[in-house]
């Protein structure tokens, strides 16, 4: 409710009001019945562009789609060449494996006890306390 109160109607302001509402009425049904129409007829073209579209999308992708089967034919041709001179790369490899065995151990024990030695002086050193390089804030010497 408001705090307002409403002015009554007269009866010919009353009586004015009915008919320009009765006026009104038929010309706000006719206008929403024209703007569902237009929206209906708007959104029909826009789902027959979007279907247009998805048309011409698909032969594109039906272009690309051939494409990269050409390309994976060529891929799948270049691995069976692959394949077949791995037993070949297998044997140069174990011969060239045997003759390195000795120095990768060696390399590899050498980098573990430089880790081990480097690991040892951090935590040492982080063990100890550092000190402080102002002077302390209470007396030192004990009381008699």
């Avoid at 050498?110 to 100890?128: D, P, W, Y």
């Amino acid at each position: 409710m408001s705090s307002k109160t409403d002015t009554r109607l007269t009866p010919r302001e009353r009586l004015t009001r009915g008919l320009r509402y009765t006026a009104v009425g038929p010309v706000e049904v006719t206008r929403g019945v024209v703007g569902l129409g237009v929206d209906s007829a708007r959104s029909s073209s826009a789902w027959l562009a979007q279907r247009y579209r998805q048309g011409r999308l698909s032969d594109q992708l039906s272009r690309d789609l051939a494409a990269a089967q050409e390309a994976l034919a060529l891929e799948l041709a270049a691995a069976q060449d692959v394949v077949a001179g791995l037993p070949q790369a297998l044997q140069s490899a174990r011969r060239a494996r045997r003759r390195r065995k000795p120095l990768v151990l060696a390399a590899a024990a050498a980098v573990t006890l430089a880790g081990g030695a480097i690991t040892f002086v951090v935590v040492r050193r982080s063990m100890q306390p550092e000190p402080s390089p102002l002077p302390p804030s209470v007396e030192v010497s004990p009381r008699p």
